[in-house]
């Protein structure tokens, strides 16, 4: 199993980034996907999750209405649409695969494999 993410860097307050996760060796289109982020000093938190027909998704009340979760299961890749973004939004975000397949909770003890994360740091 490999998942890779890309897409972090910099950016303004209320700008934009567009994160994605490329996932191999596993079913992806079986599995319901999570992104969680983890900054400094801080526990890492589930952020958002989507299902694995893509039709339900979940998210973190910090970022509601700020960040859309998606999937191409023809493509095997996950992506997080970060909108509006604050500078608490700094974190390393991380795209997570459960151990089950129909895991839907927020604990990161769930997930079996992950990426090493992509980094956003949102600052003037």
């Given at each position: 199993?490999?998942?890779v993410e890309?897409?972090?860097?910099?950016?303004?307050?209320?700008?934009?980034?567009?994160?994605?996760?490329?996932?191999?060796?596993?079913?992806?289109?079986?599995?319901?996907?999570f992104?969680f982020?983890?900054?400094?000093?801080?526990e890492?938190?589930?952020?958002a999750?989507v299902?694995?027909?893509?039709?339900?998704?979940?998210?973190?009340?910090?970022?509601?209405?700020?960040?859309t979760?998606?999937?191409d299961n023809?493509a095997?890749?996950?992506?997080?649409?970060?909108?509006?973004?604050?500078?608490e939004?700094?974190?390393?975000y991380?795209?997570?695969?459960?151990?089950?397949?129909?895991?839907?909770?927020s604990?990161?003890?769930?997930?079996?494999?992950?990426?090493?994360?992509?980094?956003v740091?949102?600052?003037?």
């Amino acid at each position: 199993v490999q998942l890779v993410e890309s897409g972090g860097g910099l950016a303004q307050p209320g700008g934009s980034l567009r994160l994605s996760c490329a996932a191999s060796g596993f079913t992806f289109s079986t599995y319901n996907m999570f992104w969680f982020r983890q900054a400094p000093g801080l526990e890492r938190e589930l952020v958002a999750g989507v299902t694995r027909s893509g039709s339900i998704t979940r998210y973190a009340d910090s970022v509601k209405g700020r960040f859309t979760i998606s999937r191409d299961n023809a493509a095997k890749t996950l992506s997080l649409e970060m909108n509006s973004l604050k500078p608490e939004d700094s974190a390393l975000y991380f795209c997570a695969k459960p151990r089950s397949i129909n895991y839907w909770g927020s604990g990161d003890a769930a997930m079996d494999y992950w990426g090493k994360g992509t980094l956003v740091t949102v600052s003037s």
